[in-house]
């Protein structure tokens, strides 16, 4: 008899509907923390390639086809494949340059300078007249001084 009862769980508490082992709770549809959480976040991601397909459609609708509705259907498979694929691969460019100098392809980890051109240099290369920056900074100084000099021109004079 006390093999029988090994594997249920105390009176008052539930197992995780999922069957991992661990103790489920009421406000959580008698799911753990972690099953709950994984649960969750499926939703959501569901929830957000469903609007970007939606929106996607939306777009490249044209006026013609607004007539009749179109249902299409894709595997959520591969929905969850290809947007992760398109923001990895426009975020590689981003992860390599943070922890390498522009110029010199030197590592620089955590001692790297943010250019205001938006690339990290090394020591060496942190003066833009060392890296040949693109930044214009003259045109960005004139614009900050004339947002903070504003022109104040009184109002004429009648003259009598």
């Keep these: 008899m006390a093999e029988e009862h090994r594997f249920q769980s105390p009176e008052g508490h539930r197992l995780c509907a999922n069957n991992c082992g661990f103790i489920g709770n009421p406000t959580t549809m008698n799911l753990c923390s972690k099953c709950y959480r994984d649960i969750r976040l499926k939703e959501q991601e569901e ?3 469903k609007s970007t397909i939606e929106t996607a459609l939306s777009s490249s609708s044209s006026p ?8 299409v259907l894709i595997p959520t498979a591969s929905i969850s494949t290809a947007t992760k694929g398109v923001a990895s691969f426009g975020s590689v460019s981003a992860a390599v340059q943070p922890n390498r100098c522009g110029s010199c392809r030197k ?3 955590l001692t790297g300078f943010k ?3 938006g690339t ?3 020591g ?3 003066y833009p007249e060392k890296h040949e920056c693109g930044f214009d900074f003259k045109t960005v100084g004139r614009e900050e001084i004339a947002r903070a000099n504003p022109v104040i021109k009184a109002a004429k004079l009648e003259r009598i």
């Design 124 to 126: 060496a290369h942190r």
């Design 47 to 49: 929830a957000s390639t």
């Design 64 to 71: 013609l086809s607004t007539s009749s509705p179109t249902v």
């Design 107 to 109: 590592r620089v980890g």
């Design 120 to 122: 990290t240099f090394c």
């Design 115 to 117: 250019c205001r051109c």
